[in-house]
Nanobody
Framework: QVQLVESGGGLVQAGGSLRLSCTASGRTFSNHAMGWFRQAPGKEREFVATISSHGISISYADSVRGRFTISRDNAKNTVYLQMNSLKPEDTAVYYC?????????????????WGQGTQVTVSS
């Protein structure tokens, strides 16, 4: 069983930056694609970004492209989400997820395990 622990969430003003981290237990991290999703109150969980197992392929949601950057450090079993130019509409609980495949995953159903989430709040 792979467990994920997110950190780095918090309260930030619009235009500010945050960096989320997600650290995985287990020895299979480097073979798994990873993703970030978010869920705002009253809304469905939505895709934010995904990265292939060795970091060669990346995809972003249109709403965050150019502002967010996903990366990973397989030596540290950690995936990151650097969030710049934050907007109030980015406010949500952010979840890290992993899938037992090296390829990108764009939907919640394509992931096999999830973290507990970390709150990001952007004030106007």
């Amino acid at each position: 069983q792979v467990q994920l622990v997110e950190s780095g969430g918090g309260l930030v003003q619009a235009g500010g930056s945050l960096r989320l981290s997600c650290t995985a237990s287990g020895r299979t991290f480097s073979n798994h694609a990873m993703g970030w999703f978010r869920q705002a109150p009253g809304k469905e969980r939505e895709f934010v970004a995904t990265i292939s197992s060795h970091g060669i392929s990346i995809s972003y949601a249109d709403s965050v492209r150019g502002r967010f950057t996903i990366s990973r450090d397989n030596a540290k079993n950690t995936v990151y989400l650097q969030m710049n130019s934050l907007k109030p509409e980015d406010t949500a609980v952010y979840y890290c997820a992993g899938r037992s495949s090296w390829t990108l995953g764009l939907t919640t159903g394509s992931y096999d395990y999830w973290g507990q989430g970390t709150q990001v709040t952007v004030s106007s």
